[in-house]
């Protein structure tokens, strides 16, 4: 039957290049959506860990009865109650699930717990009498280097060696232990399955790396685990990592009940990996032209005390050490230590955070040195498509208008001076008006996008034609940045209907869609779902010899020919797994066709600061970034402003403060954040010049915030105050005259 009808629209609404609205948006606001903290289920039990005191000891002995004698406690776990793989590790399975012989760091888990409540299965948990020898930590990073206590050494050596330059600038660059500090803590619920299974419901980045350490862990087979997606309260990497995962499933099994666990804040900051601490030396070297020449770099990391992510993160920050510039002659120097301090892993920026402070820096000493603009400086030497990397020497195929960024932001208007936030120390008239000087900094951060080195990058999805609209099935992550609204709006476009519904599943039902990191998902799940929408989409129009598909049917020659309740009388459903352009891993000096693309921005700081007291206010961030093409614009303007953010916290105030291992500040009192007063106005160009793989020519937007943010923020300071400002976070002593 055909009917005749209006012709439909080419534009779907909240499609691609809108500001659709998130479907989780108005739950989240009223409190109504479920995080991992909310689970419940009738019956379950309460877990709890037991953590060393000491950041190295050697366990003599664990006693676990005087906790078994409390009242409602239904188990203790120690390391012999692992029934399978005794360690675990997201690169290398090198972390204890429970500490036996020895513990590493403070805070590592040495026994769990299950009781009936939350307060009955703490107090157990600190009744548990571990017997301890106490070990002298190792703490600094470069006498870790000096014993060969490492986890990675990486090596780069690109042109002639001994090529020199005129002007030369050298410096050495700290940055401090930074927390991801997600609102949401560590939580999650393991529910038996009554034939030796369970489901596993827990914060995470990429429940099937979870999967794959949980099962070795149990001892079980694959089909008998199931990592299923949870709400989360942010990640920034500190999902990344296993940490009460395997705890909860040993606790579950073993009482054959539901177990669910929340860490406290304090226990937050021992329960994740956090930001590697950095040290760095550079030596620049320029024609009198402004020519980068030669740039030299040793980079030191601390990993902390076991591996997780560290060897992919010292190559990142060496990969990156030298910006997005052209330089023929570059030498890297990278080693990432093991100490005793607490573990290091992923965090938002992943290595390319910094190095970026560092080599903002070293330009604008040496365009200080040259009597140059420092925009000028980076805009003689940009990279842009066509170079090679100055590091691997792989050539940019993919757009990055490195130019245009600049010149973007160069052209945003600047504050006046008489426009001011608020001045430096808050409402308490610490600081006097004629006491305030204003800096502004500016620095450029490059980073790549996806996973790199020969790794196979892949993520599944699977896109269903309903009668009730479109259904997106995918583990992908969703942590807060939007990627629901994404892949709904490229559904929309791509296949014209406007129902669409996206559902986590558990690693049973789908492939894995990939860590919910490296700024990835947008490219590789909305890759994953444009192919299997576009595909679904030209089979359906194939089978009913149809030229147009909307919410009304098939259409051919402008008339309805098949109303979309025929259409869905048969199951439509196609699952696609998408790969970004292959890469390979360097050679021994580093050189190779290392990463798939690569994404920048470029960051103007405002500052006003009191330099007798040491007393800074960050009144504005601007910034230009390519964005490739902005799928949601909203969304992307707020993952830039969330970036900002944590680089403003790095810059001015978020430090771990560690004391021979030992964090002295695991809460919100004493580990500074950035609320709302201290939120500089941020505004945002979006270079929009599409990529070559991502859906839509998309890029990944949110990392490239946080990269140099920090660093122009210190750059401000450094102009305001005429001091080297070195080191981040900058304190009032390293600019108090």
Same mark, same amino acid.
């Given at each position: 039957? =055909? ?19 998130? *479907? ?26 037991? #953590? ?34 005794? %360690? ?69 050596? #690109? ?5 020199? $330059? ?59 685990? #199931?990592?299923?997606?949870? $709400? ?70 601390? $990993? ?26 570059? &030498? ?47 805009? +003689? ?16 195929? =993919? ?31 610490? =600081? ?19 996973? %790199? ?28 940045? $939007? ?15 406007? &129902? ?8 049973? +039902? ?22 299997? %929408? &576009? ?46 352009? *292959? ?108 990529? %070559?793989?991502? *859906? ?42």
């Amino acid at each position: 039957m =055909t009917v005749r009808t209006e012709q439909p629209s080419s534009r779907i609404d909240d499609g691609i290049g809108e500001s659709a609205l998130r *479907p989780d948006g108005i739950a989240k606001l009223k409190g109504e959506f479920e995080y991992a903290q909310d689970q419940w289920v009738e019956g379950m039990l309460w877990g709890a860990t037991t #953590r060393s005191p000491h950041p190295h000891a050697r366990i003599l002995s664990i006693d676990v009865a005087p906790a078994l004698a409390i009242g409602g406690v239904h188990a203790v776990l120690t390391a012999d109650d692992v029934p399978g793989r005794a %360690s675990f590790g997201l690169e290398h399975p090198d972390q204890p699930v429970l500490a036996k012989e020895m513990v590493n760091f403070w805070g590592e888990p040495v026994a769990i717990v299950a009781a009936e409540d939350d307060a009955t299965a703490r107090r157990a948990a600190a009744a548990v009498v571990v017997e301890y020898e106490r070990l002298e930590p190792l703490t600094d990073p470069e006498d870790a280097d000096l014993r060969d206590e490492v986890f990675q050494r990486m090596r780069i050596r #690109r042109g002639d060696q001994s090529a020199s $330059g005129s002007v030369v600038v050298e410096g050495f660059y700290e940055v401090g232990m930074q927390d991801q500090a997600p609102l949401g803590t560590e939580a999650g619920l393991a529910v038996p399955d009554g034939h030796g299974g369970v489901d596993l419901y827990a914060t995470s980045q990429f429940v099937h790396a979870d999967h794959e350490q949980v099962v070795a862990s149990l001892g079980l087979r694959p089909e008998q685990v #199931r990592a299923h997606p949870t $709400g989360i309260g942010g990640a920034f990497g500190a999902r990344e990592d296993v940490n009460l995962h395997i705890h909860l499933c040993l606790l579950a099994l073993h009482t054959s009940q539901p177990v669910k666990m929340v860490y406290h804040r304090s226990e937050s900051f021992t329960g994740h990996v956090h930001r590697h601490p950095a040290r760095m030396w550079y030596r620049h070297e320029a024609d009198e032209d402004g020519n980068l020449v030669r740039v030299r770099a040793k980079v030191l990391i601390d $990993g902390g005390a076991y591996a997780s992510t560290t060897a992919a993160v010292l190559a990142n920050a060496c990969y990156f050490a030298v910006g997005p510039y052209n330089c023929e002659s570059v &030498s890297v120097d990278g080693v990432g230590t093991r100490t005793n301090n607490p573990p290091c892993g992923a965090m938002r920026g992943f290595g390319a955070v910094q190095v970026c402070f560092a080599h903002e820096a070293q330009m604008d000493r040496l365009a200080d040195a040259l009597g140059m603009d420092p925009l000028e400086l980076r805009r +003689k030497n940009a990279l842009e498509s066509g170079d090679s990397m100055p590091t691997t020497g792989q050539v940019i195929e =993919t757009p990055l208008p490195t130019v245009e960024v600049i010149d973007s932001l160069a052209a945003m208007p600047i504050p006046e001076e008489s426009e001011r936030a608020g001045l430096p120390g808050g409402s308490g008239l610490t =600081t006097e008006e004629h006491h305030v000087v204003r800096g502004i900094g500016y620095a450029v951060g490059i980073k790549n996008l996806g996973f %790199s080195e020969g790794f196979d990058d892949f993520a599944q999805a699977r896109v269903l034609l309903t009668p009730g609209g479109a259904i997106v099935e995918t583990a992908a992550i969703e942590v807060g940045q $939007g990627l629901v609204t994404i892949l709904a709006q490229i559904v929309r476009s791509s296949m014209g209907v406007s &129902s669409v519904e996206v559902r986590h599943v558990d690693t049973s +039902k789908i492939d894995s869609a990939g860590s919910t990191s490296a700024s990835r998902q947008t490219q590789m799940s909305g890759g994953a779902t444009l192919e299997a %929408s &576009s595909r679904l989409r030209a089979r359906i129009l194939e089978h009913f010899a149809g030229d147009d598909l909307n919410d009304e049917g098939v259409w051919r020659d402008g008339e309805l020919v098949v109303p979309m309740s025929r259409v869905t009388e048969d199951k439509w459903e196609e699952t696609v797994t998408f790969r970004h352009p *292959p890469t390979s891993p360097p050679d021994g000096d580093g050189q190779g066709v290392v990463h798939a693309d690569f994404a920048l921005a470029a960051h103007r700081a405002v500052v006003d600061v009191d330099p007798e007291l040491g007393l800074v206010t960050v009144v504005r961030v601007d910034t230009a970034q390519d964005v490739g093409k902005a799928l949601n614009p909203q969304s992307v303007v707020g993952q830039i402003e969330g970036g900002i953010m944590q680089g403003v916290g790095l810059a001015i105030m978020e430090e771990l403060i560690l004391d021979h291992g030992v964090i002295r500040n695991p809460n919100f009192t004493d580990y500074l954040l950035p609320t709302i007063l201290d939120a500089p106005d941020v505004e945002a160009l979006l270079i929009e010049k599409e990529g %070559s793989w991502g *859906p839509f020519g998309a890029k990944g937007v949110g990392e490239p915030p946080t990269i140099s943010s920090t660093a122009a923020v210190a750059a401000a300071i450094r102009n305001a105050t005429g001091r080297a400002i070195n080191r981040v976070p900058v304190r009032p002593q390293d600019i108090a005259l």
